[in-house]
């Protein structure tokens, strides 16, 4: 037997020891690692590169997990990316690191090519994406996080101007479980069909002229997008919930607007709520 496996053989395991302070972590693993990936679309399949954060529940009795786990589980992991395999991904997480909870987030750059509205010239559009993953007890919830940046025109300057209205780049961020596929391209489409006017990344004038008026013509508060956005998610049967954000990064002031809904609405207590008697006025006695 060589010196070098004996020495291997002979290592301590010292994330395995015990530690006396019994404090348990709710997550513990890697961030910001960097692997090339290749993910499904609509239609194909595209290359980009991932930007992973992995974690595991850790009981207090463990002084450590093996971090270099993680960056193993990793690598094998070489084949296309859909749902169902970042699953698998989850689910070997928990397993390799014998964790009853586990997490993986995966941000990476999605392109998806448009075409001008008037003039029909194609060019690719940036999306930022994320898959939220986390696996407790054998039961795991999958989300999708898009960044949609768009157009919004403000009601209020239009209609208080002579003329002209100010407008702005919002950025909308829908991140969705669903019960069944959506695809990062109907996300997208949610978003930009409820803005003030798409973004594109090459206009030609007869396009600007289009886009232009386009958002004068479609004003939206940033409650407006929000709203419509998440109205246009209730109404999708496959979507179980969603968390809707919108940032309107203004032209005329030095700070943003921003707004969130969390959904889909309980309507059931909701409608319990509206059921229920309201508070009784007490009147004083002798008015």
Same mark, same amino acid.
């Given at each position: 037997?060589?010196?070098?496996?004996?020495?291997?053989?002979?290592?301590?395991?010292?994330?395995?020891?015990?530690?006396?302070? &019994?404090?348990?972590?709710?997550? *513990?693993?890697?961030?910001?690692?960097?692997?090339?990936?290749? *993910?499904?679309?609509?239609?194909?399949?595209?290359?980009? @590169?991932?930007?992973?954060?992995?974690? +595991?529940?850790?009981?207090?009795?463990?002084?450590?997990?093996?971090?270099?786990?993680?960056?193993?589980?990793?690598?094998?992991?070489?084949?296309?990316?859909? @749902?169902?395999? %970042?699953?698998?991904?989850?689910?070997?997480?928990?397993?390799?690191?014998?964790?009853?909870?586990?997490?993986?987030?995966?941000? %990476?750059?999605?392109?998806?090519?448009?075409? #001008?509205?008037?003039?029909?010239?194609?060019?690719?559009?940036?999306?930022?994406?994320?898959?939220?993953?986390?696996? /407790?007890?054998?039961?795991? /919830?999958?989300?999708? &996080?898009?960044?949609?940046?768009?157009?919004?025109?403000?009601?209020?300057?239009?209609?208080?101007?002579?003329?002209? #209205?100010?407008?702005?780049? $919002?950025?909308?961020?829908? =991140?969705?479980? /669903?019960?069944?596929?959506?695809?990062?391209?109907?996300?997208?489409?949610? $978003?930009?069909?409820?803005?003030?006017?798409?973004?594109?990344? @090459?206009?030609? &004038?007869?396009?600007?002229? %289009?886009?232009?008026?386009?958002?004068?013509?479609?004003?939206?508060?940033?409650?407006?997008?929000?709203?419509? +956005?998440?109205?246009?998610?209730?109404?999708?049967?496959? *979507?179980?919930?969603? =968390? *809707?954000?919108?940032?309107?990064?203004? /032209?005329?002031?030095?700070?943003? $607007?921003?707004?969130?809904?969390?959904?889909?609405?309980? @309507?059931?207590?909701?409608?319990?709520?509206?059921? &229920?008697?309201?508070?009784?006025?007490?009147?004083?006695?002798?008015?």
């Amino acid at each position: 037997m060589s010196a070098a496996l004996t020495s291997i053989q002979d290592t301590h395991d010292v994330q395995a020891s015990p530690d006396l302070r &019994r404090i348990p972590i709710n997550k *513990v693993g890697v961030k910001g690692i960097r692997h090339p990936v290749l *993910v499904k679309d609509r239609s194909s399949a595209q290359h980009t @590169v991932g930007d992973f954060n992995m974690y +595991v529940s850790l009981p207090q009795d463990f002084k450590g997990t093996h971090m270099s786990r993680f960056v193993e589980i990793l690598s094998g992991n070489e084949h296309a990316l859909s @749902v169902e395999s %970042f699953r698998g991904m989850l689910f070997e997480v928990a397993s390799r690191l014998g964790a009853e909870t586990g997490y993986i987030e995966m941000k %990476f750059p999605y392109f998806v090519e448009k075409r #001008a509205p008037v003039t029909g010239v194609a060019s690719l559009m940036d999306y930022e994406v994320t898959f939220l993953g986390r696996v /407790s007890d054998g039961v795991d /919830s999958l989300s999708t &996080r898009v960044l949609v940046p768009a157009t919004s025109l403000c009601p209020c300057s239009k209609k208080i101007s002579a003329y002209g #209205a100010h407008n702005q780049r $919002a950025h909308i961020t829908l =991140t969705v479980e /669903s019960r069944e596929t959506i695809w990062i391209e109907e996300l997208i489409d949610i $978003a930009e069909q409820q803005a003030s006017s798409q973004l594109y990344g @090459v206009l030609k &004038r007869p396009d600007e002229k %289009f886009v232009t008026e386009q958002a004068y013509d479609n004003p939206k508060f940033v409650e407006d997008l929000a709203r419509d +956005v998440a109205q246009a998610l209730n109404s999708d049967p496959r *979507v179980i919930s969603y =968390t *809707v954000e919108v940032e309107n990064f203004e /032209s005329i002031h030095n700070h943003s $607007a921003y707004a969130l809904i969390e959904g889909p609405p309980k @309507v059931e207590e909701e409608a319990e709520e509206a059921s &229920r008697p309201g508070p009784t006025t007490q009147v004083p006695p002798g008015l």
